[in-house]
């Protein structure tokens, strides 16, 4: 088995004990998922937290495994993958709930976003795929709703009263505020892809642009953009490159550019909070988010 060291040390960090069990285990999974699916498992791709790599079938037909923990977070995905059947989602093939194991459609030549470089096709492209991917969500489901996000916001708060890492306590109280008030006056609930950014987005000669590694998540469709504001941002410009693309995509979207600048406040601070380690370091982009956020709501609403 090919390991990428970075891999292996992201997934310790991020799930401690159970990480360093899974990666034991991770061989005879991906020998048990060869068996099972009479498939040849090839070198893995750039890997975060999950090992993704493309597979050739007994037929020749590619595919692509991948493996993550099992558990809430995995459930989520397969969830979301499933209720976006149809939709401009990767089509999920097979799934295994008690291995983590997801056997997906491959996309070919499954290009990442940002390869198209020119960051005003790149939005137009991600708008369209938004456009067919949307859909209102299911009465009954066990997904994360923004609602829920607020509430774990409080908790941060709780935990954390005098403000955390770079954000000081005045903003995190206004976070709340505001997502408390969005939330109160939030009009539909939508399935939201929930991870939605570059480098979720690829390219397939069949289908054209879709996307991928969705969590899943229930709300309003302003929401969902956040995630590719904050992405893939250049390091001058930030903020002519956010509002470029705020007005694009509220535009092509008929979205409420309001909403969509108030939800990116709320949830860059929240963004930020999550990625707060031990050692004091943050993401800086998601950081920078919370004031280009905020000047922009006031450049326009006020
Ligand atoms: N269906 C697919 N077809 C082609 N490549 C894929 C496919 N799914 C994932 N990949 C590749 O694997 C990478 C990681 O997959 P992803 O599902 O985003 O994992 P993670 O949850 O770790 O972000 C993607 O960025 C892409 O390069
Ligand atoms: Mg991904």
């Known amino acids: ?70 558990g809430l977070e995995f459930r989520d995905e397969v969830e979301a993958l499933k209720l976006f059947e149809n939709q401009k989602m990767n089509t999920l093939l097979d799934y295994d709930l008690n291995r983590g194991i997801l056997i997906l459609e491959k996309l070919i030549p499954g290009a990442t976003l ?27 489901s066990s997904l994360h709703t923004t609602k829920q996000r607020e509430k774990n916001l409080e908790e941060i708060i709780t935990q954390y009263p005098t403000g955390l890492g770079p954000i ?53 469709r302003e929401y969902d953009l956040i995630q590719y504001m904050l992405n893939n941002l250049p390091l001058e410009n930030a903020y002519e490159t956010i509002e470029n693309r ?21 949830h860059s601070v929240l963004s930020t909070a999550w990625s707060v380690d031990k050692d004091g370091t943050y993401s800086k982009p998601f950081f920078k988010g919370i004031s280009i956020f905020e000047d922009l709501y006031n450049e326009y609403f006020t």
Request: with cysteine; glycine share 4%.
């Open 246 to 266: 705020v007005n694009l995509f509220t535009e092509e979207l008929s979205l409420k550019k309001d909403r969509l600048l108030l939800w990116g406040y709320c």
């Open 114 to 140: 940002v390869e198209v470089g020119d960051e005003r096709q790149e939005t137009l492209i991600a708008a369209n795929i938004l456009k067919n991917l949307h859909i209102k969500a299911p009465r009954k």
């Open 1 to 70: 088995m090919r390991i990428q060291h970075s891999f292996m040390n992201n997934v310790r960090l991020h799930f401690k004990e159970n990480g360093e069990k899974w990666l034991n285990e991770l061989p005879s999974i991906l020998s048990y998922c060869e068996e099972k699916w009479e498939m040849v498992i090839q070198k893995p791709y750039n890997l975060s937290i999950n090992y993704v790599a493309p597979a050739i079938m007994k037929d020749n037909n590619e595919v692509v495994v991948k493996v993550c923990i099992p």
């Open 168 to 220: 000081s306590v005045e903003e995190l109280h206004k976070a709340l505020d505001i997502f408390t008030s969005m939330n109160k006056t939030a009009k539909h609930d939508w399935l939201l892809h929930g991870d939605f950014h570059h480098y979720n987005i690829l390219s397939s000669d069949h289908y054209g642009w879709m996307s991928i590694d969705p969590k899943g998540l229930i709300g309003e």
